[in-house]
Antibody
Framework: EVQLVESGGGLVQPGGSLRLSCAAS????????LNWVRQAPGKGLEWVSY????????YYADSVKGRFTISRDNAENSLFLQMDSLRVEDTAVYYC??????????????WGQGTLVTVSS | EIVMTQSPATLSVSPGERVTLSCRAS??????LAWYQQKPGQAPRLLIY???ARATGIPARFSGSGSGTEFTLSISSLQSEDFAVYYC?????????FGQGTKVEIK
């Protein structure tokens, strides 16, 4: 089955760190670009970060730049998000999302079920 | 940053009715526009890409149109499983940005 499964969420204090993982299966992971997208409770979707298939291109939203680090392990079919200096406003469900295959196809065609990160004292 | 604005925020509709959702971009995104459906407690699901192409497995009652800055998502005859929140997203420029969503609820 083609799927993405996130893990690593939980409760952390402001200023703390957390590392999210996204395990892929059912497709050739190393062929695809990937993203992290988050959704605060009761709010809309916010793109967080992007990494290309070879890690040659990496982008971040201004809201997380300098605090979050995206990475991937193509041998292990896994995507990661290292989150440092966490703030209350980082509280959200974090989704990994696959970019559709092919040049110019930059929409998100596969999403994981999400993992909840709660930043609170 | 390209700001995506969706209207209305909420749409109250009866099953079987036709609905039209709007999405406006603050600058041209050509046809680099996607629509996603999200039901409570679930991840978003891709409906439309390239402004008008249906994703795999999406019923024909869903259709998208527009280019540049004005886009619409239409559902020809609303089914019970279509009550959800719908988001548009531009993938022309960085950062990728989403609209705030339109909730389609039962009237």
């Amino acid at each position: 089955e083609v799927q993405l499964v996130e893990s690593g969420g939980g409760l952390v204090q402001p200023g703390g760190s957390l590392r999210l993982s996204c395990a892929a299966s059912g497709f050739t992971f190393s062929d695809y670009n990937l993203n992290w997208v988050r959704q605060a409770p009761g709010k809309g979707l916010e793109w967080v970060s992007y990494i290309s298939s070879t890690t040659a291109a990496i982008y971040y939203a201004d809201s997380v730049k300098g605090r979050f680090t995206i990475s991937r392990d193509n041998a292990e079919n896994s995507l990661f998000l290292q989150m440092d200096s966490l703030r209350v406003e980082d509280t959200a469900v974090y989704y990994c999302a696959r970019v559709a295959y092919g040049y110019g196809n930059y929409y998100f065609d596969l999403w994981g079920q999400g993992t909840l990160v709660t930043v609170s004292s | 940053e390209i700001v995506m604005t969706q209207s209305p925020a909420t749409l109250s509709v009866s099953p079987g009715e036709r609905v039209t959702l709007s999405c406006r971009a603050s600058q041209s995104v050509s046809s680099s526009l996607a629509w996603y459906q999200q039901k409570p407690g679930q991840a978003p699901r891709l409906l439309i890409y390239g402004a008008s192409a249906r994703a795999t497995g999406i019923p024909a009652r869903f259709s998208g149109s527009g280019s540049g800055t004005e886009f619409t998502l239409s559902i020809s005859s609303l089914q019970s499983e279509d009550f959800a929140v719908y988001y548009c997203q531009q993938y022309k420029n960085w950062p990728r940005t989403f609209g705030q969503g339109t909730k389609v609820e039962i009237k």
